[in-house]
């Protein structure tokens, strides 16, 4: 063995050791985080969105809300989500995320925000939801709206809405009262004032519980005065679950065939 094949050898055996220490490194490292290795690279890689809080007036008050964006060269569609009776919750930031990670970007207002925002406690929300003005829900609706248009990262003439119980049927009610709105979902919500369908221009799509006698109980009489209105209301019961399954997931298979349905729904509506 010459001199230049010694020295080459002793240079890969360096080097593997180097990389044994360096893998070694990045195992403890991973162990003292208490996560396999595999999870350590997850935390390095890229989020497929990003969301953030954000302000905005409605008149002279604030309005806080929640918004997420995809990952894309290109401006997304937009999607409002309104919160339950509940007010802002774990389920309607993760509902948001969602919509972002199916493409769209979505924003959320808290529309408890006048009221000092949502309080701990659901029972507390529902007592100041009962207490909300509905032209001030729609005035704050509105006031969304007008923050997309700032948002470089929507295309804010293709805005859907959607929103389950109490905001389902303010999804309803919003679709009366904004002729600019593509498209709208009522998640397991009651139907505005029958006079009002005629103003809608959205297309819509109702997302409803087969044990949810109170609600269903509406959904004949709101499906026939949209056929008097000349609109079109596709609507589907699922069958099994109960009011707010998308939120408690008591069938999961039930929820993401109808969550996989609003997809569709909006993509087609909205061209994502």
């Known amino acids: 063995m010459d001199g230049n094949t010694a020295a080459k050898g002793g240079e890969r055996r360096r080097m593997a050791a180097k990389a044994v220490v360096v893998a070694g490194v990045g195992i403890l490292a991973t162990a003292a985080m208490?996560?396999?290795?595999?999870?350590?690279?997850?935390?390095l890689s890229p989020p497929d969105i990003?969301?953030?809080y954000v302000k905005f007036?409605?008149?002279?008050?604030?309005?806080?809300?929640?918004?997420?964006?995809?990952?894309?060269?290109?401006?997304?569609?937009a999607v409002i989500v309104i919160h339950e009776i509940f007010g802002m919750s774990d389920?309607?930031?993760?509902?948001?995320?969602?919509?972002?990670?199916?493409?769209?970007?979505?924003?959320?207002?808290?529309?408890?925000?006048?009221?000092?925002?949502?309080?701990?406690?659901?029972?507390?929300?529902?007592?100041?939801?009962?207490?909300?003005?509905?032209?001030?829900?729609?005035?704050?609706l509105d006031a969304t709206r007008a923050y997309l248009k700032t948002v470089k990262a929507a295309r804010a003439n293709d805005v859907g809405i959607i929103g389950f119980c109490w905001g389902g049927g303010?999804?309803?009610?919003?679709?009366?009262?904004?002729?600019?709105?593509?498209?709208?979902?009522?998640?397991y919500g009651p139907s505005p004032n029958p006079a009002?369908?005629?103003?809608?221009?959205?297309?819509?799509?109702?997302?409803?519980a087969e044990n949810d006698a109170?609600?269903?109980?509406?959904?004949?009489?709101?499906?026939?005065?949209?056929?008097a209105a000349g609109k079109d209301y596709p609507y589907t019961v699922y069958?099994?679950?109960?009011?707010?399954?998308?939120?408690?997931?008591?069938?999961?298979?039930?929820a993401d065939s109808a969550w996989n349905a609003v997809i569709r729904f909006f993509r087609a509506q909205l061209k994502s």
């Open 214 to 227: 109170r609600i269903d109980a509406g959904l004949p009489d709101a499906a026939a005065a949209m056929r």
């Open 91 to 140: 389920f309607i930031r993760q509902t948001t995320e969602q919509l972002a990670k199916d493409g769209f970007v979505a924003i959320a207002p808290d529309l408890l925000s006048r009221r000092g925002g949502t309080p701990a406690t659901p029972d507390s929300a529902r007592k100041l939801i009962a207490t909300l003005n509905a032209d001030t829900v729609t005035a704050d």
């Open 50 to 52: 990003h969301s953030e």
């Open 196 to 208: 009002d369908m005629a103003k809608i221009r959205a297309k819509g799509l109702g997302v409803y």
């Open 57 to 77: 007036l409605s008149g002279k008050d604030t309005v806080t809300a929640y918004i997420a964006y995809p990952e894309r060269p290109q401006p997304a569609p």
């Open 239 to 254: 069958p099994g679950v109960g009011h707010g399954f998308l939120r408690t997931r008591e069938k999961p298979e039930v």
């Open 170 to 187: 303010q999804s309803f009610r919003y679709a009366t009262n904004s002729p600019e709105l593509k498209a709208f979902v009522v998640c």
């Open 34 to 43: 208490n996560l396999p290795p595999s999870a350590a690279l997850r935390r």
